[in-house]
């Protein structure tokens, strides 16, 4: 009995186990998809971009070294200086042996020069060039982000279109299996009643025929739900796992209704995309201070610190450190700065443009998605009486097919009707569930995805 026990508790955890939710499966996509890998990698990129761009605020330090070995010292001789003075003089004098015997030549450096300096220089003022090129590291870091939210909300899309696809093919599969089993019950009355000799051949035919397709129709709706499986575990990045979807395809008459204009307001304000064409004017103004930059001087500090081969009346001679501050300015730029200037300006006209079309594209699609579920909404509810309708004209057909006053034909048209209706409501519950994911995804408010439902 205990075995017993423990066999039926670890074959229900693992059913639950598999059992998964629209959000669950949410997490699983958003841990493990690669796209969104991907922008989550370029962000990190663009973020050490941006730190070091805060780098150009620190001074520059440099550390030089050098060894050399001259073919012969550096040397001052006096003696040939004195000849070749006296001999520039238009009237040379006569030379004293005793002085210029005596003057031999004087090492001003031995032959191995060893060298190193330190380097620092410190800008105090570039144009505004520094907070320029911070700026765009950051505007290229909030692009990222907004890069990110997109794929995240474009892939939520996708999921609810892929996950809530399954549901749809399974639903179709059972509605079409029901089918394929009415048919098969029928076609054994109509055997049974054409051996009684109370119905003609023909309509057995019918419903063989009936059957027939039935079953061509089931097998071609297993077909979509394996393809639409495996597309969900493509999304999910997981081909071992098999799990059971918990979620329903169904529209509540108790979900929260849905009001445009918040919802477009919403989308209007937080959506990535438009978010990301602000960046981009921000960036194309960033850009035009950094090419006027390239106008402006450029002043800076400088020092130095040297070390010499002191060994040596040369090295002994040179100063060991100096400092002073410098300016730079470009009189005539060869690169097309000032057209590059102008192109900036230009860009930000240009952007205002595309967000304002931006603004107009995306109402457009808020308004039309929302009229689209609204529309699904009232449709889905609508079918309600012709499901109730086609049940009972179905049980009529059947009853008066038994009795001998309905013909084979119009039992399968009956049945068909109302597989017809069940699997239109199941669609529409399907379009409304994309509308809400697609509005959710556009107004970046997808945990309230499940209010609507």
């Given at each position: 009995?205990?075995?017993?026990?423990?066999?039926?508790?670890?074959f229900f955890?693992s059913?639950f186990?598999?059992?998964?939710?629209?959000?669950?499966?949410?997490?699983?996509?958003?841990?493990?998809?690669?796209?969104?890998?991907a922008?989550?990698?370029?962000?990190?990129?663009?973020?050490k971009?941006?730190?070091?761009?805060?780098?150009?605020?620190?001074?520059?330090?440099?550390?030089t070294?050098?060894?050399?070995?001259?073919?012969s010292?550096?040397?001052?001789?006096l003696?040939?200086?004195?000849?070749?003075?006296?001999?520039?003089?238009?009237?040379?004098?006569?030379p004293?042996?005793?002085?210029?015997?005596?003057?031999t030549?004087?090492d001003l450096?031995?032959?191995?020069?060893?060298?190193?300096?330190?380097?620092i220089?410190?800008?105090?003022y570039?144009?505004?060039?520094?907070?320029?090129a911070n700026?765009?590291?950051?505007?290229?870091?909030e692009?990222?982000?907004?890069a990110?939210?997109?794929?995240?909300l474009?892939?939520f899309e996708?999921?609810?279109?892929v996950?809530?696809?399954?549901?749809l093919?399974?639903?179709?599969?059972?509605?079409?299996?029901?089918?394929?089993k009415g048919?098969?019950?029928?076609?054994?009355?109509?055997?049974?009643?054409?051996?009684a000799?109370q119905i003609?051949?023909?309509?057995?035919?019918?419903?063989?025929?009936?059957?027939?397709?039935?079953?061509n129709?089931?097998?071609?709706?297993?077909?979509?739900?394996?393809?639409?499986?495996?597309?969900?575990?493509?999304?999910?990045?997981?081909?071992?796992?098999?799990?059971?979807?918990?979620?329903k395809?169904?529209?509540?008459?108790?979900?929260?209704e849905?009001?445009?204009?918040?919802?477009?307001?919403?989308?209007?304000?937080?959506?990535?995309?438009?978010?990301?064409?602000?960046?981009?004017?921000k960036?194309?103004q960033?850009?035009?201070?950094?090419?006027?930059?390239?106008?402006?001087?450029?002043i800076?500090?400088?020092g130095?610190?040297?070390?010499?081969?002191h060994?040596?009346?040369?090295?002994?001679?040179?100063?060991?450190?100096?400092?002073?501050?410098g300016?730079?300015?470009?009189l005539?730029?060869?690169t097309?700065?000032?057209?590059?200037?102008?192109a900036?300006?230009v860009?930000?006209?240009?952007?205002?443009?595309?967000?304002?079309?931006?603004?107009?594209?995306?109402?457009?699609?808020v308004?039309?998605?929302?009229?689209?579920?609204?529309?699904?909404k009232?449709?889905?509810f609508?079918l309600?009486?012709?499901?109730?309708?086609?049940?009972?004209?179905?049980k009529?057909?059947?009853?008066?097919?038994?009795?001998?006053?309905a013909t084979?034909?119009?039992?399968?048209?009956?049945?068909?009707?109302?597989?017809?209706?069940?699997?239109?409501?199941?669609?529409?519950?399907?379009?409304?569930?994309?509308?809400?994911a697609k509005?959710?995804?556009l107004?970046?408010?997808?945990?309230?995805?499940k209010l609507?439902?």
């Amino acid at each position: 009995m205990i075995k017993k026990i423990i066999y039926f508790a670890g074959f229900f955890s693992s059913v639950f186990a598999n059992s998964l939710d629209f959000y669950q499966a949410w997490s699983i996509v958003e841990a493990n998809n690669h796209a969104i890998k991907a922008e989550q990698i370029a962000m990190q990129k663009t973020e050490k971009l941006k730190q070091a761009n805060i780098m150009l605020y620190l001074p520059r330090i440099e550390l030089t070294a050098g060894y050399a070995y001259l073919g012969s010292p550096v040397q001052l001789d006096l003696k040939s200086g004195l000849e070749a003075l006296n001999s520039s003089l238009p009237y040379p004098l006569p030379p004293i042996p005793q002085i210029t015997d005596r003057l031999t030549p004087l090492d001003l450096s031995n032959q191995h020069i060893m060298t190193a300096s330190l380097k620092i220089i410190y800008p105090l003022y570039t144009g505004g060039a520094t907070y320029a090129a911070n700026r765009l590291g950051k505007l290229a870091f909030e692009d990222t982000q907004e890069a990110l939210k997109l794929k995240k909300l474009s892939t939520f899309e996708q999921l609810a279109n892929v996950y809530y696809g399954v549901l749809l093919n399974q639903e179709i599969l059972k509605t079409l299996q029901d089918v394929e089993k009415g048919h098969k019950l029928h076609l054994e009355n109509a055997q049974k009643l054409q051996k009684a000799g109370q119905i003609a051949k023909i309509e057995t035919l019918s419903a063989q025929v009936a059957y027939d397709r039935a079953k061509n129709d089931t097998l071609k709706a297993q077909d979509s739900l394996e393809v639409s499986k495996l597309a969900l575990q493509n999304l999910l990045s997981d081909f071992d796992q098999h799990y059971t979807l918990s979620s329903k395809l169904v529209i509540s008459k108790h979900a929260k209704e849905l009001i445009l204009d918040p919802i477009l307001k919403t989308t209007l304000d937080s959506y990535p995309a438009l978010k990301s064409v602000d960046i981009k004017s921000k960036q194309a103004q960033e850009l035009t201070k950094l090419e006027r930059s390239k106008f402006l001087p450029t002043i800076a500090l400088f020092g130095n610190y040297s070390y010499h081969d002191h060994n040596s009346i040369l090295g002994k001679s040179l100063p060991s450190w100096f400092v002073g501050i410098g300016a730079k300015m470009t009189l005539l730029d060869n690169t097309g700065s000032y057209q590059k200037y102008q192109a900036g300006k230009v860009a930000q006209f240009e952007i205002s443009e595309r967000k304002k079309q931006a603004i107009k594209d995306i109402s457009l699609l808020v308004e039309k998605t929302y009229k689209e579920a609204i529309q699904a909404k009232k449709l889905y509810f609508t079918l309600d009486s012709s499901i109730a309708l086609a049940e009972e004209n179905l049980k009529l057909q059947e009853k008066a097919f038994a009795q001998g006053m309905a013909t084979s034909s119009q039992v399968i048209d009956a049945r068909n009707l109302l597989s017809k209706a069940q699997i239109e409501q199941k669609s529409i519950a399907y379009k409304y569930i994309l509308s809400v994911a697609k509005l959710m995804a556009l107004s970046n408010s997808i945990y309230d995805f499940k209010l609507y439902q």
